[in-house]
DNA sequence: TTGTAAGCGTTATCAC
DNA sequence: GTGATAACGCTTACAA
């Protein structure tokens, strides 16, 4: 803010001949107010083209307008669409995004994390996953006293303090799909330990097997880390045994380009060899070939409906609710009857 | 910001039995302190953890701590990056980072930063392509009294408002590497209009054929829109001519990743058929196959450097520069010299 | 329905 | 060197 010349309610108050506190009703839409009064001042705030200072609002009210996203996601598109979805809810409130990445790997990530909430005072922020699992966050939100929610594959916390997808019900669609389309081998790409995200989906799985009366050998269970590195990785070990797995889910979009990349190494065509299914429906799916089938993680919604619950701009009995949002499957080219 | 019992500048005062000007003496490092004062007074801070309120700072200064991000990109890593590089530049600053994606599409545009600028009155901006190129914003700032900075591709702006890439000369020696593998038939997926970025590609290239004594005829020129869509219909037009191309060079991955999907749908092997060359190394481009030769565009070194001019923490013959940084090309598998 | 006075937590001015 | 005192622009008592 550069050292301007900006009307103020001072000049508001003077010219339309009133008081500063009744600018101040006009501008916070107080509903005591005349009616002619109140249209004078607003004539006169548009005339001069006034515009309340957020920053002395914020020392007065004793609190300011910051809403910060906090993650330590590896996924670019991800963290956009959650910010397009936060803007999107705060649009037309007086909300600013404020963003802050965090290293979950850092021994002082904790140590930030507080530095940024206790100097900056955020209204109130977003958790992303991963580290929206960590409770040791959560806590100290709480002990700062900064409101937060939580965006995670299941409910682990407060309805009020959660937005979560439904990831284990959508993974066990997919794989009813893999099922209908007769795959009676099916491998799982797993995401790595302590994510819960990982662990509901590898649960989806194994719930949808179990219910056709099937199970999942360890062998057919490959670890990866959520990289496509680690997909490649995982795809080899998968498909050099044999009996060859004929379908694979993974946990997510980046694991399965690199099971595809394995595949295509091994000469193997997907899908008519091999069928694989991702998980985020991220750019990369539709642009690799063939194009992958895929579950879409509703993160735009989730982050909207974040942005009323951390405004309260959502009514109660909405907040009140953990907002359980719904991962779909796409539908494209990776997914095939196996053969023979 | 919960309201809280934050210590403040009086507890301190009170507690060191100095005035509160002294207090923020030593907050502001004034040189002109009593040393045991200062001491005194710092143990106090320590001791009740107080910290200064950025709200009330901003007030009294008459200005905020606040830089913008403004962008409209489609691409999620680019912005990811350039949050990534803002952030190191302002790491250990006061400084916080607020992002504000606009709709370049959309008639209210303008009107829509004017807002954003007017109300938050951020101390400056950082201006993304390809919005960075549009003048009007420039001129906006400029008009509302906002420092910015453009980062672009090409210096189009006052050295202390610009940091820019190198991308002529990166796709010139991109060019060069395809000529030195034998290509003489080279294509151009060209960006959209109006972008400077895919003008001073484009140039590039047409630069390092005319100086091997080539030239780039229309016919090999497809217009692409910097999607992966357009990037299958560009790619469709040049592959399916005779003779083909033996190489494309592409303006950013997108397109890359359409052209070498157009190409295996007609049954051509990328880089034996077909060499090519992307720009930009978002992650897709290691991770589709074969993995893509593409040009590194320097964002969050630019975005760093960036920072420092908004802030004012470069030097002065630092912020005076334009900052220059190089786009450089990483070789993978997609080139590979012509058959034949 | 409107106005007055007293803050909110910090910095700038100008004495001492 | 240090400290009263008055801003900064707004809101919340509390009156009127």
């Known amino acids: 803010m550069m050292k301007t010349n900006q009307p103020t309610i001072n000049d508001v108050a003077r010219l339309a001949g009133v008081s500063k506190k009744t600018v101040s ?21 548009a005339d001069i083209a006034y515009i309340p200072n957020p920053q002395a609002r914020a020392l007065a009210l004793g609190r300011n307008f910051l809403i910060g996203l906090v993650h330590d996601n590896p996924n670019a598109q991800t963290v956009m669409n959650v ?13 600013e995004l404020v963003v802050r990445p965090v290293d979950r790997a850092s021994p002082t990530m904790l140590e930030d994390l507080t530095h940024f909430l206790e100097r900056q005072r955020p209204f109130g922020v977003l958790l992303m996953p991963p580290i ?3 409770d040791r966050i959560a806590a100290l939100c709480t002990e700062i006293g900064c409101r937060y929610v939580r965006m995670s594959s299941a409910i682990i916390d407060a309805p009020e303090r959660m937005v979560a997808s439904n990831d284990r019900d959508a993974v066990r669609g997919a794989t009813d799909y893999l099922l209908a389309q007769g795959h ?6 797993a995401g790595p330990q302590g994510f819960r995200s990982a662990q509901e989906r590898r649960e989806g799985l194994e719930q949808a097997l179990s219910a056709a009366g099937l199970t999942l050998p360890r062998s057919l269970v490959a670890d990866g880390a959520y990289t496509f590195d680690s997909g490649i990785d995982a795809g080899a070990r998968l498909l050099d045994q044999w009996p060859r797995p004929t379908a694979i889910f ?13 595949a295509r190494e091994r000469g193997l065509d997907v899908p008519a060899d091999l069928s694989i299914i991702g998980f985020d429906d991220t750019p990369i799916a ?18 909207r409906a974040a ?3 951390l405004t309260g701009a959502a009514s109660d009995d909405v907040t009140a609710e953990p ?9 494209r080219g990776s997914v095939a009857p196996p053969r023979g």
Chains 1, 2 share one sequence.
């Open 184 to 189: 009676r081998r099916i491998g799982l790409v």
């Open 323 to 331: 907002s359980f949002l719904a991962s779909s499957l796409v539908r």
């Open 25 to 45: 009703r006009v501008i916070n839409r107080s509903p005591l107010l005349g009616e002619d009064t109140r249209r004078r001042v607003e004539q006169v705030i």
């Open 307 to 309: 942005a009323l619950k």
């Open 250 to 262: 993974c946990c997510n979009d980046a694991m399965a380009a690199g099971v595809l990349h394995a």
């Open 286 to 303: 539709a642009q690799i070939w063939p194009p992958l089938t895929t579950v879409r993680w509703p993160s735009v919604s989730m982050a």
């Open 83 to 95: 910010q397009q979805g936060l803007l999107e809810g705060l649009h037309g409130s007086e909300f």
């Open 132 to 134: 929206s699992e960590d």
